[in-house]
């Protein structure tokens, strides 16, 4: 937990939202997965904080300001989390051009079958397999 540097040029066109938007955001595509939910945002540095059962659910929140154009780090120190369960389960990957979540499944799993495992842990980030574009950050799972 800590502080997260995303790429601020790249991502969901969004950029020059409110912090009650940022908060809809995450509030929209993870739905009562963080209690108490709270966001700042100053200069491209969003602050989250709040309350969530897992270390996925803290990550996919991460993951959905991070992938927000403009957003240049995102600090969860205040996120708490419930179960240590899972914790370090996974980590980030930026993608490159030329990359696709099959070629990225046979790089971190051994098997490009396996990428439908990538898609649905990221699936607050990637809302078409087809259509994932370089910088964007996304969740490699360790247990597939």
């Known amino acids: 937990m800590g502080l997260f540097k995303f790429l ?12 009650a938007q940022l908060k809809e955001k995450v509030e929209k595509d993870m739905p009562g997965k963080i209690a108490n939910l709270a966001i ?4 491209g540095d969003a ?3 709040g309350e969530c059962e897992n270390d996925a659910d803290r990550e996919k929140a991460i993951l959905i ?3 927000i154009k403009g957003i240049k780090s995102v600090d969860d ?5 419930k179960s240590k369960v899972g914790t ?5 990957y930026t993608i490159v051009k030329g ?5 990225i499944a046979q790089k971190f799993y051994g098997d490009s079958k396996k990428w439908p495992a990538l898609f649905e842990a990221n699936r607050e980030v990637i809302k078409d397999p087809n259509l994932i574009y370089p910088g964007q950050v996304i969740r490699i799972p360790k247990n597939v």
């Open 47 to 49: 602050k989250i904080s």
């Open 88 to 92: 370090g389960d996974s980590e980030f």
């Open 65 to 67: 300001l991070g992938n």
């Open 77 to 81: 120190s205040e996120l708490k989390v």
């Open 99 to 103: 990359d696709a979540l099959f070629k």
């Open 8 to 19: 601020s040029d790249m991502g969901e066109k969004m950029a020059g939202l409110s912090d």
């Open 40 to 43: 700042s945002c100053e200069k």
